[in-house]
């Protein structure tokens, strides 16, 4: 394979790596929660778990992306001691990926297919639940997100999709600034608001939980996801600094979704749900309540498709990267493979509503709930246990080549003071987060 790509700019890996960690959840799960959970004291919870959580184990991704300067199939085989069995996780990364992949790229297609909609004029005559139960629809619009996300990443790094990202996470943040401003001048502006913002200690004793969890699933951190970007950048930045400025944006675009969704479910009289009724049944019944709701309602979808082609482009970058290092294959041929490869287990997701049935777990799952749950209940907090036992431990990595990969330029540092923070509670948080959520899985 020819000489490994670089980013041309710090500020492509950082609109890369946010791009890549902002996702449906952002907007469908977190303003929810924290509407439910107490408002601003959830809020506060959610940022303290985030500065305990998320930072070291994004600070640690990075770290062994950079230092290994491999995709994260090699990287752990690349840093670990003569003799260690490392490499394995490797392997546990790009699954990962793959299954992600397998649902995202469907829920991507259902985005662009309500942004079609909406800028078509045909927004009153379309609903959630007849989208996902029509096979050609799901399948065509996977197909398009398929497409779209190789043929992109299939021009070299900085020219296909550095530059693409930029231009979707600037136009992202335009659009999310416009349509909350907007959502400001609605009559029931001041009691979303209220809901979604106001602290209730009351509600606090619960909502813990919740925050840690959302606090880590958030960033999208475990399986490579960060790494593959910190192995395509130069030492000028200590990684810590550029870790805070990707969760800061993180953070701001999920708190500008609850603004934007809140004050018009409490002016239309809606109930605020989650998940993906909030965003494809709700919002879109807000818009079609409002006056000039086509214009509004095709911003609000363009800015989501923004989201989740962000997501499934850094995704798909990590698994090409990974393939290339396995096979030697040029870019292109690589886009190829993978693309085809994809768009053929994404059937399973596109197809499961309808054609494809199959019940995983309770009532009323499908494929999408068979692939998340491989991926947010197993891939992510296992993989990012494993990151940080390698980071921290003689038997890994060790602490000190971390610290001295972490801490390599310009920007905020890993303290020796941080060392317990990093070394026993991340690990022990992260535990916590696995067992609970198996415990509370919904199984039958």
Known sequence: MEKREQLGSRLGFIMISAGCAIGCGNVWKFPWMCGQNGGGSFMLIYLICLLILGLPVMTMEFSVGRGARTSPIYMYQKLEKPGHKWGIFGIFSLIGNIALMAFYTVVCGWLIYYFVKFITGQNHSFGFTQMIQNPSVNVSYLLITVIVAFLILSFDLQGGLERITKSMMTSLLVLMLVLAVHSLTLSGAANGLKFYLVPDFSKINGSVIGAMNQAFFTLSVGMGGMAIFGSYIDKKRSLMGESVTIILLDTLVAVLAGIIMFPACFTYGLEVNAGPSLLFDTMADVFNHMAGGRIWGTLFFLFMVFAALSTVLGVCENILAMIRELTGWSRKKGCVVCGVGIFVLALTTAL?????????????????????????????????????????????WGWENFVQEANTGH??????????????????AIAFIYIYGMATFAWR
């Not at 509503?353 to 998340?372: E, K």
């Not at 905020?412 to 026993?424: D, I, T």
């Open 411 to 428: 920007g905020l540092k890993v303290k020796a003071w941080m060392k317990p923070v990093f070394r026993f509670v991340v690990p022990i």
């Open 352 to 396: 499961g509503y309808s054609l494809l049935h199959f019940q995983p777990f309770a009532a009323g799952t499908a494929w999408l709930d068979f692939w998340d749950f491989i991926v947010s209940n197993n891939i992510l907090p296992i993989g990012s246990l494993v990151l940080a036992l390698f980071c921290c431990n003689s038997f890994g």
